[in-house]
């Protein structure tokens, strides 16, 4: 069974910092997606990676996917309170038939 | 364009009562169909998904089923609930391999 370990669970930080996410496999993804999560409603695809070494930006996020597609990081810039929120790695796995398996969250909280 | 519609958005049911959880989507066909349980803002737990009509994948012993009577709609049930049956079900589609899942809002689930 695959499994994705994300890190941290909780992050708490002042509004300004950076911050980074990660998210941990032993298998190798055939892709990865990264979500974010308002409470009570359903997560939100940011972006995908698919390729080994790719680098995606949205705004001050930046999503790297690692050379053996193994593991992936989010960076936020000069995050905002804007920014709170539960983000979640999503990957699918080769022999999976697509099925997208969740890492634990992060609960980012940005403080103003 | 595509729409994913789940419901109730909440509810609430005594122990050893049956449930019904409905989702269906509408603006495409064949989807993937998933159904994700999430516990206190964590990680998404992945229950059941399925890649047609009447063909079902579980995830996870459990008390908990599911059924996909139509294209385009998919139903959790059980026969009986037990008090770990409580939390946030998310039901959810994609296009394909490698597509990004989209999420209906939710059905937050207590058990009592």
């Known amino acids: 069974t695959q499994l994705l370990e994300q890190s941290p669970q909780f992050l708490s930080i002042q509004e300004g910092e950076n911050l980074t996410v990660y998210c941990n496999s032993s298998s190798v993804f055939s892709s990865l997606q990264w979500y974010r999560q308002e409470p009570g409603e359903g997560p939100v695809l940011l972006v995908t990676v698919v390729t080994g070494g790719e680098v995606k930006k949205l705004k001050r996020l930046t999503f790297q996917f690692g050379d053996a597609r193994k593991d992936s990081s989010l960076h936020i810039t000069a995050a905002q309170p804007g920014d709170t929120g539960l983000y979640l790695c999503a990957g699918a796995f080769y022999n999976q038939g697509g099925k997208l398996i969740f890492g634990q969250g992060t609960e980012l909280s940005v403080k103003p | ?112």
């Open chain 2, 1 to 112: 364009s595509q729409t994913i519609h789940q419901w109730p958005a909440t509810l609430v049911q005594p122990v050893g009562s049956p449930l019904s959880l409905e989702c269906t989507v509408e603006g495409t066909s064949n989807p993937n169909l998933y159904w994700y349980r999430q516990a206190a803002g964590r990680g998404l737990q992945l229950l059941f998904y399925s890649v047609g009509i009447g063909q079902i994948s579980s995830e996870v012993p459990q008390n908990l089923s599911a059924s996909r009577p139509q294209d385009r709609q998919f139903i959790l049930s059980s026969k009986k609930l037990l008090l770990s049956d409580s939390g946030f079900y998310l039901c959810a589609w994609t296009g394909g391999y490698n597509s990004p899942l989209h999420f209906g809002n939710g059905t937050r689930l207590t058990v009592t």
